[in-house]
């Protein structure tokens, strides 16, 4: 059964000028590390945004998840229990997500980390750059397809067949179909949207998979209404391709990158 709405991190992103308080996401462009951005000052409405983001960057099941809290005014640090929170949610995933702080050393909130025994569990760095070596060591690689694709005709069949591959190589045989379905679904959508390189990925998510499908237009993906058939093709039924994915799919969503997007979708064994 698939989501609705999906997770679309700009409904969530918020960015309240006067205040000077900022929420953001982006990932990397092979979907394996994401940076959650917090600036402004530790108040309750910032408390409930940076929480909510925080919940959707842990659904889209990244490798790695870097809090970039160096924008953060928190003299008190009051936010303290929300990244202890989060640690708590990121490690009982299964794979567990590697969750990590960028806190300035010069800031009250890295000692308190600190003198909560977080270094041990949750790490802290100064930089984010820092952060992504760091976590880059940590993210097994054994569990991941990829290819980079051209925009053109062939591709869905050649990120169908990388799907097909993950699924026999890790013995997920039955999400086969699925598998191949959605991400056909994703890469044509790609392909006729974009109009860019595309970066496909499946990762082994638990006893189910994650397909990935990065490319350059920073445009979101929403759902269409379906439009009738033209006159000309009775069969042409557009809009199908998303609604596709939300009906197969577990769940699914987008985020943001540097250079554009990452579409995402979780297939999972249906429920006996």
């Given at each position: 059964m698939g989501v609705s709405?999906?997770?679309l991190h700009d409904d969530t992103e918020r960015d309240d000028t006067e205040r000077g308080v900022t929420v953001s996401v982006e990932a990397a462009e092979d979907a394996a590390v994401s940076v959650l951005t917090v600036r402004g000052s530790w108040d309750a409405q910032l408390s409930l945004d940076a929480s909510v983001t925080l919940r959707r960057c842990?659904?889209?099941h990244p490798d790695g998840l870097i809090v970039d809290l160096s924008g953060l005014r928190d003299p008190h640090s009051e936010s303290a229990s929300t990244w202890m929170t989060a640690q708590t949610f990121a490690a009982g995933l299964d794979p567990p997500v590697h969750l990590a702080l960028c806190v300035p050393p010069d800031l009250p909130l890295a000692d308190r980390m600190q003198s909560l025994c977080a270094g041990r569990f949750l790490p802290v760095y100064a930089k984010?750059?820092?952060?992504r070596v760091a976590l880059a060591g940590r993210i097994p690689g054994d569990k991941r397809l990829s290819m980079t694709l051209r925009p053109d005709p062939e591709a869905?069949?050649?990120a169908r067949n990388l799907a097909s591959d993950a699924c026999l190589a890790w013995g997920l045989v039955h999400l086969l179909h699925p598998s191949r379905l959605v991400m056909s679904e994703l890469v044509t959508n790609a392909v006729e949207h974009a109009h860019t390189d595309i970066?496909?990925?499946?990762?082994?998510?638990?006893?189910?998979l994650q397909l990935s499908?990065?490319?350059g237009d920073p445009r979101l993906p929403r759902i269409l209404p379906v439009s009738r058939p033209r006159p000309d093709l009775p069969l042409d039924e557009r809009g199908?391709?998303?609604r596709t994915v939300d009906e197969t799919a577990a769940q699914w969503g987008a985020v943001p990158t540097e250079a554009g997007k990452i579409v995402w979708a979780?297939?999972?064994?249906?429920?006996r």
């Open positions: 709405p999906p997770y842990l659904t889209d984010v750059r820092q952060a869905p069949s050649l970066r496909v990925m499946v990762s082994r998510r638990g006893t189910g499908v990065a490319d199908r391709g998303l979780t297939v999972v064994s249906a429920p």
